[in-house]
């Protein structure tokens, strides 16, 4: 119990809701946030054009005994992509600051999807 509380405390939330992970993170993220005096987008309201990547290759499942095969953790990968590509929706940038910032000389950081994110550390990224 005195865990529960102190995670409680910690994200801001109820102790029932302590134990979930996004109203926890959402309260962490909406805090972050309002520190840097940025209102979080409206759902369906103001969306920006996302732009896609490429996913895996998902397999029917085969029983049997296979040789060479690789079986990768995504979930435990996550929090490295997210670090190494400072993803967050507070450094995205937009179509119009990357033709800027290239043309400034700023550099910036551009995930292999082609969406590019600025260096200045995201909220997302210290969170993780």
Not at 42 to 60: F, K, N, Y
Request: aromatic share 8%; charged share 20%; with cysteine.
């Amino acid at each position: 119990m005195e865990l529960t509380i102190k995670r409680a405390l910690l994200t801001g939330v109820a102790l029932e809701h302590s134990w979930t992970s996004i109203r926890p993170f959402e309260n962490l993220y909406m805090e972050k946030l309002h520190q840097r005096g940025i209102i979080a987008p409206t759902r369906g309201v103001d969306a920006e054009q996302i732009r896609g990547s490429e996913g895996g290759l998902i397999l029917a499942p085969e029983s049997d005994l296979f040789e060479n095969v690789f079986v990768f953790d995504f979930k435990s990968l996550y929090p490295s992509i997210i670090r190494t590509f400072n993803i967050d929706p507070a450094s995205l940038v937009s179509h119009d600051q990357e033709n800027d910032t290239h043309n400034s000389g700023t550099s910036y950081i551009k995930a292999p999807n082609g969406a590019c994110f600025s260096r200045t550390r995201g909220i997302l990224p210290r969170i993780v």
